[in-house]
Nanobody, 127 residues
Framework: VQLQASGGGLVQAGGSLRLSCAAS????????MAWFRQAPGKEREFVAA????????DYEDSVKGRFTISRDNTKNTMYLQMNSLKPEDTAVYYC?????????????????????WGQGTLVTVSS
């Protein structure tokens, strides 16, 4: 599985960005997908996850109501729409996949549970 994240950039507080994650593989529609982020000097932290069909989503509390995770299985692509951005959202954002849907609701929030990662895309929110 190969993943490529894109869409990061510099935005003012209150602004919006949409991240994309393009995935390889014929069975993308069976992958659990997730976004994590890592700020300088901090651990990589869970942001959001989406089930293979897109029908179930999960968010970290600090992004609920501001971020929306989605996917288009016809394009092998996952998205993260980020609205009302705050300076504390500044980080490198990574996409990841669980192709075999091994992870339950707790383990999917732990970065070490995943084997496949994209290269990351930098989001900088200025105050």
């Amino acid at each position: 599985v190969q993943l490529q994240a894109s869409g990061g950039g510099l935005v003012q507080a209150g602004g919006s960005l949409r991240l994309s994650c393009a995935a390889s593989g014929r069975t993308f529609s069976s992958y659990l997908m997730a976004w994590f982020r890592q700020a300088p000097g901090k651990e990589r932290e869970f942001v959001a996850a989406i089930s293979p069909s897109g029908g179930t989503t999960d968010y970290e509390d600090s992004v609920k109501g501001r971020f929306t995770i989605s996917r288009d299985n016809t394009k092998n692509t996952m998205y993260l729409q980020m609205n009302s951005l705050k300076p504390e959202d500044t980080a490198v954002y990574y996409c990841t996949a669980d192709p075999e849907q091994r992870l339950g609701s707790l383990r999917r929030r732990i970065a070490a549970s995943y084997d496949y990662w994209g290269q990351g895309t930098l989001v900088t929110v200025s105050s």
